[in-house]
């Protein structure tokens, strides 16, 4: 099992900003990955961005590329999301995810609690 904790969701307006943190344990952040899922009520849980800390590489679905961003802080084993622009389709239990092996995409095996994002005016 490896932890991951999430914070910072909560009620956000459109066009409005929040930002998620993941913290980490059980392993290093440094020369490995992380991602972020989301899961929309009555909808699949899918996979919005990852990093790998290597060199630093991101990925975005197209729903949040442009809006939201990915960083890491190894020192602290924590990896953010930023995300602005909100939008209320955004609304959703967003989810950190240990990658499987050192990249992001190669599948998952471990998921965080989950925190939950609200957008609505």
């Known amino acids: 099992q490896v932890p991951l904790v999430e914070s910072g969701g909560g009620l956000g307006q459109p066009g409005g900003s929040l930002r998620l943190s993941c913290a980490v344990s059980?392993?290093?952040?440094?020369?490995?990955?992380l991602g972020w899922f989301r899961q929309a009520p009555g909808k699949e849980r899918e996979v919005i961005s990852c990093?790998?800390?290597?060199?630093?590489?991101?990925y975005y679905a197209d729903s949040v590329k442009g809006r939201f961003t990915i960083s890491s802080d190894n020192a602290k084993n924590t990896v953010f999301l930023q995300m602005n622009s909100l939008k209320p389709e955004d609304t959703a239990v967003y989810y950190c995810a240990h990658p499987a092996s050192d990249n992001c995409g190669n599948g998952w095996d471990y998921w965080g609690e989950g925190t939950q994002v609200t957008v609505s005016s």
């Open positions: 990093i790998e800390t290597r060199d630093g590489s991101t």
């Open positions: 059980g392993f290093s952040l440094a020369n490995y990955a």
